[in-house]
């Protein structure tokens, strides 16, 4: 069996969920200090089957139906979990032959389908969306995100979806349509970071902080739609990064799709929007070269400037080339991204009206994706990442990496036939290094075709143990531990 062939069982729908906890078998060690839940979300169902026996395949990643894991670690043994976050949507495409509002990529189950098998259309599903890109906490909630203006409330023991919600209920202030899945928490503070976007002939951009105790509009300001997964924080600003894929409202309408809307500018640069989180207000912009990227890693403040580590790529294409009809080419290689380190300088004598340089440097000179790194050090210097690298041989899950952000040195995991995931720091709670802790990671086993929950020793990076769950876990995208360390930052 070919590595192509082998990596695409992670494409494939969930064969069965469990929505009570099994044991599963363990080899090595699991670490006794190593007690809680990691939680991992992302796409379990890509494809469709109609009544008529024809089935249609999702058109991006992004598009898969979500589903939830848990693994359960308590006293070295390993419990698994799962449950189908919105099978009323599921039910929704095989009975009507499209999905129920706009997708990521084009709808192929309208052409692929072509009649609806039903007599009837179905009402559309109430109280669910399709929102499975990451999981965090707000406001002690469990709540699973996307890039849009809305979020699932999930219970954390059954793993049912409790309410659907949006950031304008929490502030009706928080309006439009679009977010980021990955919002930002200080841990210190315990303020929750997010934006929304309301579209129009120019966006509108709403920047927040959400407390225990209040909410708080940091600043409202006017900037072309883009697709913005992520953004910076430091302990003292919150950097919006405004990179040229930007958006049209019209085309989301009539193309209902996010991709069709999309168009890259390379004429224009990337701009940071650096907002003052005590103040609330707009200090100024920097500016660099176009680049596009899905993640920021770290960022802290360094004598008066802002360092920001970013997964980057030349360009946009990364985005068109994840959908399904390339992941499913055998011969399909994703673009090359790097990691790059840019420097705001001396932010404090930016004026509000003014747009300086950014300066940037490479750290990793290869595609390094899904960063984690020990959450103690979040808006803090740092040293260690720990990502997803793409192999020259291979299209994507190919090997985790730790990158010394420092010297720029690396250390790999990886194994034949083995495709990890995102691979989540856990410190070690008596650990006095940056990097003593393990890292998790749901790994596809090729061959056997089912998955395993490893677990690496973070500052080796040799696995010490491993828990083999009975199915494979569809390739998802992100996760989070919650114990005596929570790493949702």
Not at 64 to 77: A, D, P, R
Not at 291 to 298: E, Q
Not at 316 to 324: C, R
């Amino acid at each position: 069996m070919t590595h192509h062939e082998e990596r695409r069982r992670g494409f494939s729908n969930i064969k069965r969920e469990y929505h009570e906890p099994i044991e599963l078998e363990i080899q090595g060690i699991i670490p006794a200090w190593l007690q809680g839940s990691l939680y991992r979300n992302g796409p379990g169902v890509f494809d469709f089957e109609n009544e008529a026996g024809k089935t249609a395949r999702t058109p991006h990643w992004f598009d898969g139906l979500t589903v939830l894991h848990k693994f359960t670690i308590e006293g070295s043994k390993v419990k698994y979990q799962s449950r189908k976050m919105v099978p009323k949507i599921e039910e929704y495409v095989v009975k009507n032959g499209s999905y129920p509002g706009v997708t990521f990529g084009s709808d192929p189950c309208k052409t692929t389908f072509q009649k609806v098998s039903s007599v009837f259309i179905q009402q559309k599903p109430q109280g669910e969306d399709n929102v499975g890109v990451t999981i965090g906490m707000l406001r002690d909630k469990l709540i699973s995100k996307t890039d849009a203006n809305s979020f699932l409330e999930i219970d954390p023991e059954t793993l049912e979806l409790k309410q659907l919600m949006d950031y304008a209920k929490i502030d009706p202030r928080f309006t439009g349509p679009l977010s980021a899945s990955h919002s930002q928490t200080d841990l210190e503070t315990g303020e929750f970071f997010n934006f929304t976007t309301d579209l129009g002939r120019t966006g509108t951009y709403n920047v927040f902080s959400i407390s225990s105790q209040e909410s708080r509009l940091l600043a409202t300001y006017a900037a072309t739609p883009a697709y913005i997964h992520s953004f910076g924080l430091t302990k003292s600003y919150m950097v919006m990064i405004h990179w040229p894929l930007n958006l049209s409202p019209i085309k989301i309408l009539t193309s209902q799709s996010v991709m069709g809307a999309m168009h890259w500018d390379a004429s224009q640069p990337t701009t940071f929007v650096v907002i003052d989180r005590s103040l609330g207000r707009i200090c100024g912009r920097y500016s660099a070269p176009s680049f596009y990227a899905f993640h920021t890693i770290n960022c802290f403040e360094d004598s008066g400037n802002l360092i920001l580590d970013i997964s980057t790529y030349n360009d946009a294409e990364i985005v068109s080339q994840l959908s399904m009809a390339n992941i499913d080419n055998p011969n399909h290689k994703l673009p090359k991204g790097q990691v790059r380190r840019f420097t705001l300088s001396d932010v404090a004598s930016l004026e509000n009206t003014e747009t300086r340089q950014a300066h940037q440097v490479e750290l990793y000179s290869g595609t390094l994706e899904l960063a984690r790194f020990n959450q103690n050090f979040h808006l803090k210097p740092y040293r260690f990442t720990y990502g997803i690298a793409v192999n020259d041989s291979e299209s994507a899950f190919g090997a985790v990496v730790k990158l010394n952000v420092e010297t720029k040195e690396t250390i790999a995991w990886k194994k034949p036939g083995m495709y990890p995931g995102e691979a989540i720091f856990v410190p070690n709670p008596e650990g006095v290094d940056e990097d003593d802790g393990v890292l998790l990671t749901v790994v596809l086993n090729g061959e056997a075709d089912h998955s395993e929950l490893i677990v690496l020793d973070a500052t080796t990076m040799q696995e010490i143990g491993r828990a083999t769950v009975p199915i494979t876990v569809p390739f998802g995208f992100h996760g989070n531990f919650f114990g005596e360390e929570r790493t949702d930052c």
